[in-house]
């Protein structure tokens, strides 16, 4: 099954403005993660929500979580042209096994300056 | 600040040679994890590895594919006969427990089978 699809697929703004991007899933989670990734490099961990929040903030990024509709936003205010990356979101399930993250395709950010 | 390092960066090899790939984990995580990630798709999870065995595993993970934990560093992946459609980038990451804990990915080895 498809887990943490995002949209949209690209978004394009200018620098300064907010960029905000959600995220969908199809099971229960224990939580859900946050992760960039700058053009031919690594992921990078951004943050993490757990099943029983609703709201998190991390400097200037603000994640929201609504397990009944199975999705999750990830705001970016005042947007800078470093914040161009790939951002990807990632379902963590836990049980029995060990568990895993699984990805979606991510959201293509450009920001302009 | 901590990192996970893998290498090489990028491998070209012919298809049905045996490459393995090798990572160095944060060295106070216990769990450990190959992902892959084919030119413009989805990451996928390919395998984790906690306590010297493997936890779980992914369907992409089969019979071609091992990881190994040869000494207190290093974590490899070894595809055993590869393909063309194993060209991916190939990401090692590590975590300190399994529930509430981000991952660190290391910056990948591309893997291109020709």
């Known amino acids: 099954s498809q887990q943490g699809e995002e949209d949209p697929q690209a978004l394009s703004i200018q620098e300064g403005e907010n960029a905000t991007m959600n995220c969908s899933y199809k099971?229960?989670?224990?939580?859900l993660q946050w992760y960039r990734q700058n053009s031919g490099r690594g992921l990078v961990h951004l943050i993490l929500?757990?099943?029983?929040?609703r709201e998190k903030h991390s400097g200037r990024l603000r994640v929201t979580l609504d397990t009944s509709k199975k999705s999750s936003s990830l705001l970016i205010t005042a947007s800078r042209a470093a914040d161009t990356a790939s951002y990807f979101c990632?379902?963590?399930?836990?049980?029995?096994?060990?568990?895993?993250?699984?990805f979606g395709k991510g959201t293509k950010l450009s920001v302009k300056p | 600040e901590p990192e996970v390092t893998q290498t090489p960066s990028h491998q070209v090899t012919q298809m049905g040679q045996e490459v393995i790939l090798r990572c160095v984990p944060i060295?106070?995580?216990?769990?450990f994890y190959w992902y892959r990630q084919i030119l413009g798709q989805k990451v996928e999870f390919l395998v984790s590895?906690?306590?010297?065995?493997?936890?779980?595993k992914s369907e992409i993970f089969d019979d071609q594919f091992s990881v190994e934990r040869p000494d207190g560093s290093n974590f490899t992946l070894k595809i055993r006969s590869t393909k063309l459609e194993d060209s991916a980038m190939y990401f090692c990451?590590?975590?300190?427990?399994?529930?509430?804990?981000?991952?660190?990915f290391g910056s990948g080895t591309r893997l291109t089978v020709v």
């Open positions: 099971t229960s989670i224990n939580n």
């Open positions: 060295s106070n995580h216990l769990y």
């Open positions: 990451a590590s975590s300190p427990g399994t529930a509430n804990y981000g991952y660190t």
């Open positions: 990632a379902s963590a399930t836990y049980g029995g096994s060990q568990g895993n993250l699984i």
């Open positions: 929500i757990r099943s029983n929040e």
């Open positions: 590895f906690y306590n010297n065995e493997i936890s779980e």
